[in-house]
């Protein structure tokens, strides 16, 4: 079966630290640019982080850079995202997604609609 699954999500406090892991199953990610997306409720869905398939160049949204890192580990089929100092506006479902190599570039990485497949999300909460 071919997906994305998003683990590590859960409730964190105001200041800890989280890590997401996004394990491809069905096929391979080398061919493709992975990046992490999140929605608030009652907001539009925002690009977080993205790293390219071969040279693992990465792209974060201002809001997150310092605190946000994304990495990939192709051997185990597997995106990461490290999340620290977070603060109760980051809480959100962050999703995985695919597009291919080829798409991904600096001016259109955090286009949603350029990503063609995506996991089912996990669900962030930070709160005190």
């Known amino acids: 079966q071919v997906q994305l699954v998003e683990s590590g999500g859960g409730l964190v406090q105001p200041g800890g630290s989280l890590r997401l892991s996004c394990e491809a199953s069905g096929f391979t990610l080398d061919c493709y640019a992975i990046a992490w997306f999140r929605q608030a409720p009652g907001k539009a869905r925002e690009a977080v982080s993205g790293i390219s398939g071969t040279e693992g160049r990465t792209h974060y949204a201002e809001a997150v850079k310092g605190g946000f890192t994304i990495s990939r580990d192709n051997g185990k089929n597997t995106v990461y995202q490290q999340m620290s100092s977070l603060n109760p506006e980051e809480t959100a479902v962050y999703y995985c997604?695919?597009?291919?190599?080829?798409?991904?570039?600096?001016?259109?990485?955090?286009?949603?609609?350029?990503?063609?497949?995506w996991g089912q999300g996990t669900q962030v909460i930070v709160s005190s």
């Open positions: 997604a695919t597009v291919h190599e080829q798409v991904f570039g600096s001016r259109v990485w955090s286009i949603a609609s350029l990503y063609g497949r």
